[in-house]
């Protein structure tokens, strides 16, 4: 693993904190990752099922290069990098310092769960007697107070919730590793100090603070009070005062103390009639106040805080280059509106998140589509725009997402239901606007049957006998429908995640006006200040996808401010020591047993382990260590390995994933292949058999040793492969995603070739003027291409076009050939195609014939040379969709209802008086667009909505153009009048075929770039090494599209950051010998690393795209695919082992 | 529920010039998105000739013609369902009153027997600081200057007497105790 100097901090281990921790890590810097939860995963870890195939597939994000310093489990569980140091239940405190070296300091808070000693066997849970609502399942299942916060994490130790725990100890007294360190003693060290002048109050506080198990100490008045505190030893951590007392005053006694005693935290006990005394004491130093009469309710919460923060008390002080926010959103409670839908009332109307837990295998009803009174659930109705799209709760935005997720939920619902479900969606406007959307949703209609329904139900009622639901709306037309569902679901929207408001007064940073943070013009992940980004959906709303680059993107901006204050250096040189190669030597193999300060073995049971398996002539050594998973354990271990310098080594312990970071160290230093050092796990036979006989235990231990060493023993031991890297990188393109994916690379100091086909850089850039935003287009252009020219480790090839090429990642070979026939040939590493795209042509609605009729960018156009005339203009009608979402072009281009919008405005703007008719289809104003559909409503722009079966059309007339629409509210035709009419064409690729092919890219079938995985690698080709940005990925808006550069520049760069990339040790090869050239295991992998070789004749594996799978194992006929570290003998050993 | 039948689809489209007092209404309702939340809340769309939708439709599309030929504003029972639903927060019953009052100021022939009930309740409350039902009715009649309209209304006030709901009263100037404040409204209006 390449490490480098620098470190950055990542706030949110949600998907897009894991994929900037990931990418920084990958890049070689060192992340601590930190979440507020006590699990990582956020808000994915309760979401099984994701569009568009319906699965889930996060596994995709892990380390596809160099895999072996990463987990390679299911990364919904969890996981852990070398370079990542993840800290849960932690928060950030404070921020200090310059970009580059930022003074942060963070707050860990303690668990009474000892993470370290919980082996998970959860004894705990079954002796603990409170039970509340678990948020995991969305409230509609109970946990324990001390539970599981996610059922599969790894790892997964119990953790006490504080505001449910009674503290009664049960927990304690069975754990079996004494993890739980529950105990009075502990709050006992936390000593309370009541000041009162009356005895009753005194008295109830001691007894109501002395059983929550805290040291409780009186004083009848404030000199009292002075006496003790300078009489006691140990300090007083708290002090409850009471303000009006004979003699000194509360306030007198607050001043005294903190004058002596800084460290006593005081919270003031008031009377009503002097709240305004107690809140001037806040300002003198008392922490709060408490009115009396108080509630324990009011009272011990407080405390606990206080008790916390004692707990907590040293913060984490670490010095880190960028700061990343991946902090994620919140999600509406219809609850808390002014209609809410029956929701908390009824049981059968749930949020989406309720219902994704209800059909999940984890769920309350273990995925089955049953509601709480046991009746099947076959009649679904989604109500879409819940929290969204609703000024009346201040939330003028649309929350991006709801309309996907509700049909990926009906399409799930459906599919569990064994089809027999009724699935319907009411909506305003089906906002299908990414990539793929629009045919997922019109495949959910045409071939699953969901009912897609325009129209807005405001109220829900409840049949009282059978506690179905009743739901009445108008559909276009007028007409009132009624209809009666099994279970209601609300879409809800977004609302800012909790606390992004203290945090962004903390950071000094701006929030929107709906409260979620706000990024620089034209950066999707650049704030005001230097060196702190956001990612994911701290700046609203994203789906997994947009999540993801954004994540990349933030991390590449992280990445860039660390190297450029010196991060970037490397602080091993790698490669590392040379492996040694013993595959010539036969197996000498150290068995290192832990003993668990002897809870695994007693005496004679290590005698007969130790004779048992030195009879095993692969077995050089069997030694027993105390601990190995403390420091001392760890170097006593590596002591024994340098001093017999065996071949293999087996460690017997618990938690296998804690070694692994632990002996790729290891590894390095001795120059033992890691591939031929394991961990079994020893530990967990113990607990599963609780009842076991000590003769069962021993044999089960046996059996998980013998696995383990009939797996190394037969591993082959020829050491690994690495593929050259040629650190240099092409980018093909040179509009704005091109050149920023360009600077991005350059500036970490990898030289790049800018391959544009045009004279000039710029691409889309030189006819956009100004975005719906009103930022200045032509500054940003100006500036960039700029940079890139000046850039010295920037080649621009324009007026040049890539004639051929050929290679894999690490090395790829490029022809580009200038206009006058010139080729050059360009050795590169990665690739990255931003070939971008046009807006489409058209022939509709006599587009061509007529100077009235333009696209959107001809007005743009025409606009900025001054060739229309505002004020010239009477009417002007605009027309959505033209020859888009509907086939053969079935995809919405994104950007054309904002352009839409944009130029409305614009018009409107310059001349009031001209009247503008938009037509729609569904207007995509995603996101916090909505504002400016608002804005345009407002500004008496009239928007009819028009059905793709009925179109719109134009007649040209003597004097101007006819514009007929139905329109569906009045259910009647309607003419317009019209001196303009402006279509919406959508946009092209301009991605050749031959071109992405010869990269071994490939294309969607609209002619954009096919990512290996939408979601989770949403700027990979399959074929590592190959990334694409801007428009040539998906229609997207300017800066969206450097979103995605800034990603591909981010996925780039930990293929660049070596000089030789190693194999990992799963790693598929082929026995030519046997092969027959069959080719069915190049179409079984999944990841496409192999192909056919026809120089040699044969098959060949990249071995840095294998991921070791084994699907082309099962493929072949010959049993020519072989799987390193599992092959057949092997796999047998094991099995024999296994069975012993 | 059966479809509603629509007198006339309108004529002509969209309308360049848009009278005054419609313009202060559409700018009252111009952030509408058309999401029919009024219309699925109304508990008298069953009787309107446009629903509510369509009826603000027809306000921001400048139908003048058709919206005031048409019954739905007059058929609000300012119920404020879909003010309180709305999730633009549009003002709408308010603005359904407004509608009302531009009907009544511009004689509108379509809705003259609203206009005259409203004026002629108007007036019992002015003579008696309530609603005088027979004198009412007397008023309303009269001023319809149809003398079959009254026999129309024969059974229902036959049956409303039975139960003593409606008795005789004859038609008296009253004390007009209330005069000031309706000289005051009127002064109000006019200043308008």
Not at chain 1, 553 to 562: D, N
Not at chain 1, 986 to 1010: C, K, M, S, W, Y
Request: net charge negative; hydrophobic share 40%.
């Amino acid at each position: 693993m390449n490490r480098k100097n620098g470190k950055a901090l990542v706030v949110g281990a949600g998907i897009s904190g894991i994929r900037a921790a990931l990418d920084l890590a990958e890049f070689g810097y060192g992340v601590t990752l930190i979440d507020r939860a006590s699990h990582a995963g956020g808000l994915l870890s309760q979401l099984d099922y994701q569009f568009p195939n319906n699965h889930c597939g996060m596994c995709k994000m892990l380390p596809l290069i160099e895999r072996d310093t990463a987990s390679q489990y299911c990364l919904r569980k969890g996981f852990f990098h070398e370079n990542i140091q993840m800290l849960l239940s932690t928060e950030l405190l404070s921020v200090d310092g310059e970009p580059g070296h930022f003074q942060v300091s963070l707050k860990q808070k303690q668990n009474w769960v000892d993470p370290d000693l919980c082996m998970g066997c959860g004894l705990c849970t079954e002796v603990c007697p409170v039970e509340v609502p678990d948020a995991f399942n969305a409230g509609l299942s109970k946990r324990k107070a001390i539970y599981l916060p996610i059922p599969h994490a790894i790892p997964n130790p119990y953790v006490i919730d504080f505001a449910a725990c009674t503290l009664c100890g049960e927990c304690e007294k069975v754990c079996p590793t004494h993890a739980i360190r529950l105990s009075e003693q502990e709050r006992k060290k936390f000593r309370i100090l009541v000041v009162d002048d009356e005895l009753v109050v005194r008295d109830s506080l001691k007894e109501l603070l002395e059983e929550e198990g805290f040291f409780v100490n009186m004083a009848e008045s404030g000199t009292q009070a002075l006496e003790i505190l300078s009489g006691s030893e140990t300090p007083y951590h708290l002090m409850l005062a009471d303000i009006k007392m004979p003699g000194m005053d509360g306030v007198e006694l607050l001043q005294k103390t903190k004058e002596r005693f800084q460290d006593t935290t005081v919270i003031m006990m008031t009377a009503y009639a002097t709240v305004e005394t107690a809140v001037e004491a806040m300002k003198i130093g008392a922490l709060d106040y408490l009115i009396k009469p108080f509630e324990p309710d009011t009272l011990i919460p407080m405390i606990l805080r206080v008790y916390e923060d004692f707990e907590t008390a040293g913060a984490l002080q670490a010095e880190f280059g960028a700061i990343v926010l991946t902090g994620g959103t919140a999600y509406y409670d219809p609850g808390t509106g002014k209609n809410t839908l029956g929701y908390g009332v009824y049981p059968n109307v749930m949020t989406s998140i309720e219902f994704e837990r209800l059909f999940s295998g984890s769920g309350p009803s273990q995925g089955r589509l049953i509601r709480f009174d046991g009746k099947p659930i076959r009649k679904v109705a989604w109500l879409q725009c819940i929290g969204s799209r609703d000024i009346q709760l201040e939330a003028d935005f649309c929350s991006n997402i709801c309309c996907m997720y509700a049909v990926k939920e009906a399409l799930i619902a459906k599919e569990k239901a064994a089809d027999d479900l009724e699935a319907s969606i009411l909506y305003m406007d089906m906002r299908t606007f990414g990539k793929s959307f629009q045919r997922y949703r019109d495949e959910a209609e045409q071939v699953h049957g969901v009912r897609f329904i325009r129209g807005r139900a405001h109220s829900i009622t409840q049949d009282r006998s059978s506690g179905d639901l009743l739901i009445r709306y108008g559909d276009s037309g007028g007409k009132i429908h009624e209809m009666v569902q099994d279970a209601v679901i609300l879409s809800v929207g977004q609302r800012p995640a909790a606390g992004s408001r203290v945090l962004a007064d903390m950071l000094n940073l701006p929030l929107n006006p709906w409260g979620f943070f706000e990024s620089l013009p034209f950066s999707p992940t650049r704030t005001v200040r230097d060196g702190v980004f956001i990612g994911g959906s701290f700046s609203g709303l994203k789906d997994i996808s947009e999540s993801v680059i954004h994540a990349s993107a933030a991390a590449l901006s992280a990445s860039r401010i660390i190297h450029a204050s010196g991060g970037g250096l490397a602080i091993q040189a790698p490669p590392d020591s040379e492996t040694l190669d013993v595959s010539r030597e036969a197996p000498r193999l150290l068995l290192a047993l832990c003993t668990c300060d002897g809870a695994i073995f007693d005496e004679s049971g290590k005698r007969a382990l130790r004779a048992h398996f030195e009879s095993d002539p692969a077995v050089d050594r069997v030694e027993f260590l105390e601990q190995v998973c403390t420091a001392q354990g760890w170097s006593a271990f590596s002591e024994r390995v340098k001093k017999h310098r065996p071949n293999r080594v087996l460690i017997g312990a618990c938690l296998p994933y804690v070694y692994n970071a632990k002996l790729n160290a290891l590894s390095r230093e001795i120059g033992l292949s890691r591939a031929l050092m394991d961990v079994a796990d020893i530990r967990s036979p113990l607990f599963c058999a609780a009842d076991a006989s000590r003769e069962e235990v021993d044999a089960a231990v046996k059996r998980a040793l013998g696995m383990g060493i009939a797996k190394l023993k037969e591993t082959d031991p020829t050491p690994l492969p690495s593929t050259p890297v040629r650190q240099r990188a092409l980018v093909v393109g040179g509009g704005i995603a091109g050149m920023t994916a360009a600077l991005a690379v350059a500036d970490h100091g990898y030289p790049v070739d800018l391959v544009e086909q045009e004279a000039a850089l710029g691409g889309n850039l030189h006819w956009i003027r100004k975005t719906i935003e009103g930022n200045e287009t032509q500054s940003l252009l100006e500036e960039t291409v700029a940079r890139v020219e000046k850039h010295p480790n920037i080649q621009v090839y324009a007026g040049h076009h890539v004639a051929g090429a050929w290679g894999e990642v690490g090395q790829f070979f490029t022809s580009i050939e200038a206009g006058d026939g010139a080729v050059t040939t360009i050795e590169h590493g990665v690739t990255i195609l931003a070939t971008g795209g046009i807006e489409a042509k058209t022939k509709s609605y006599g587009h061509g014939t007529s100077e009235a009729v333009v696209t959107q960018k001809e007005l743009e156009e025409k606009l900025t040379e001054g060739r229309i005339e505002p004020a010239a203009l009477q009417s002007v009608v605009m027309i959505q969709c033209v020859d888009s979402r509907e086939e053969p072009r079935n995809y919405c281009s994104r950007v054309c209802c904002a352009s839409a919008l944009k130029h409305a405005l614009f018009l409107k703007e310059k001349n009031p008086s001209i009247k503008i008719t938009i037509l729609y289809r569904d207007l995509m104003a995603y996101g916090f667009l909505e504002s400016y559909y608002t804005r345009a409503r407002a500004a008496d722009i009239l928007f009819v909505q028009y059905d793709v079966k009925n179109k719109p059309s134009v007649v040209q007339e003597e004097g101007g153009l006819l514009v007929k629409v139905h329109e569906p509210i009045l259910d009647a035709p309607v003419e317009i009048e019209a001196d303009l009419v402006v279509l919406a064409t959508g946009i092209v690729p301009t991605l050749p075929e031959p071109l992405a092919e010869a990269f071994g890219a490939h294309l969607d079938p609209d002619g954009f770039f096919r990512e290996a995985e939408s979601k989770w690698r949403p700027v990979d080709a399959l074929k590592e090494g190959v990334f694409a940005c801007g428009i040539a990925h998906s229609p997207r808006s300017i800066t969206e599209s450097i979103a995605t550069a800034e990603a591909a520049a981010q996925r780039s760069l930990r293929i660049l950051n070596q000089q030789a990339l190693p194999a990992s040790k799963v790693t598929a090869v082929v026995r030519h010998s046997l092969c027959i050239l069959c080719e069915r295991c190049i179409d079984a992998c999944p990841y496409g690393a192999r192909d056919f070789d026809l120089d040699h004749t044969q098959i060949r594996v990249n071995p840095l795209m294998c991921q070791g799978c084994g699907s082309c194992v099962t493929a072949c006929l010959n049993g020519a695919s072989v799987l390193e570290g599992f092959e057949k003998q092997q796999m047998l050993d094991v099995i024999d082992a296994a069975l012993l | 529920m059966d479809q509603i039948q629509h007198p006339e689809p309108p004529e002509k489209g969209v309308s360049t010039t848009v009278p005054a007092p419609l313009r202060a209404i559409q700018e009252r309702v111009y952030a509408c998105i058309q999401c029919g939340t009024c219309t699925g809340s109304c508990p008298n769309a069953f009787a309107m000739d446009y629903t509510p939708r369509a009826m603000w439709r027809l306000v921001l599309m400048g139908e003048k013609e058709t919206l005031f030929n048409s019954r739905t504003f007059l058929l609000c029972s300012a119920c404020y369902y879909c003010t309180l639903r709305c999730p633009r927060g549009l003002p709408l019953t308010e603005t359904m009153e407004e509608l009302k009052q531009i009907a009544a100021r511009e004689n509108h022939p379509v809705h003259k027997k609203s206009v005259l009930f409203y004026r002629n309740f108007l007036e019992s409350v002015r003579r008696h600081g309530r609603v005088r039902e027979m004198e009412f009715m007397t008023l309303y009649f009269l001023s319809l200057k149809n003398p079959f309209t009254p026999l129309q209304f024969t059974p229902l006030g036959l049956r409303l007497m039975g139960k003593g709901k409606v008795g005789i009263q004859v038609p008296s100037k009253g004390q007009r105790r209330l005069e000031a404040l309706f000289r005051k409204a009127e002064e109000l209006e006019e200043q308008e």
